[in-house]
């Protein structure tokens, strides 16, 4: 089930005129929950509620992807 912090976030992107999907299984375990596109370039938003911690494999991820030349992020909730 999406947080409320996910759902808010797939709303404002899509506000943004971006195509969000959410990535709720896929083969690389660590993978950021969103994917967002737009424009020819994709997003990824890993979405965390206010007392959740990033994972070191998720981080890693993040990581990864960055370096793969793609926009990676942490969505944190107040």
């Known amino acids: 089930m999406a947080s409320k912090h996910q759902s808010r976030t797939i709303k404002l992107m899509e506000a943004k005129g971006y195509y969000v999907i ?29 007392l959740d911690t990033l994972k070191p494999l ?9 370096k793969l030349g793609f926009e990676a992020y942490v969505s944190k909730s107040e």
């Open 22 to 50: 959410n990535l709720i299984k896929t083969n690389k375990n660590g993978i950021p929950d969103l994917l967002c596109l737009k424009d020819g370039k994709a997003v990824f938003i890993e979405c965390k509620e206010k």
């Open 58 to 66: 998720q981080a890693f991820r993040i990581e990864e992807l960055k």
